[in-house]
């Protein structure tokens, strides 16, 4: 099984909102990071946001700035991604990342854990 299994992703008109899951396994959310991390069509991944082992969220694309947040349930052992105001370019998949760390980071190499990926297609 994978660690980290997402869910949530889907088609969306411009302008709509989602939430992504990222639910782990085989551990607690205490002590992690958890980073997600956008991936356009033909494009490099690219880490948005992180939330530390605290709570404390960092934004690393301004392009999401306002419109994108994480959030948490210890009870569920989950992590979400909330996307409001979405646009076409936002399109793509989208991965989260854990690492046994208190610490955030933006780059792919930090993490020791991912999940599969989830599809977001935003169109009219």
């Known amino acids: 099984q994978l660690p980290l299994v997402e869910s949530g992703g889907g088609l969306v008109q411009p302008g709509g909102s989602l939430i992504l899951s990222c639910a782990a396994s085989g551990f607690t959310l205490d002590y992690y990071a958890f980073g997600w991390f956008h991936?356009?069509?033909?494009?490099?991944?690219?880490?948005?946001?992180?939330?530390?082992?605290?709570?404390?969220?960092?934004?690393?694309?301004?392009?999401?700035?306002?419109?994108?947040?994480i959030s948490r349930d210890a009870s569920k052992n989950t992590v979400y991604l909330r996307m409001d105001s979405l646009r076409p370019e936002d399109t793509g998949l989208y991965y989260c990342a854990a690492n046994q760390n208190s610490y955030c980071s933006q780059y792919v190499g930090y993490y020791t854990y991912w999940g599969q990926g989830t599809l977001v297609t935003v169109s009219s």
């Open 39 to 69: 991936q356009a069509p033909g494009k490099e991944r690219e880490g948005i946001l992180c939330m530390n082992s605290s709570g404390g969220i960092t934004h690393y694309a301004d392009s999401v700035e306002g419109r994108f947040t």
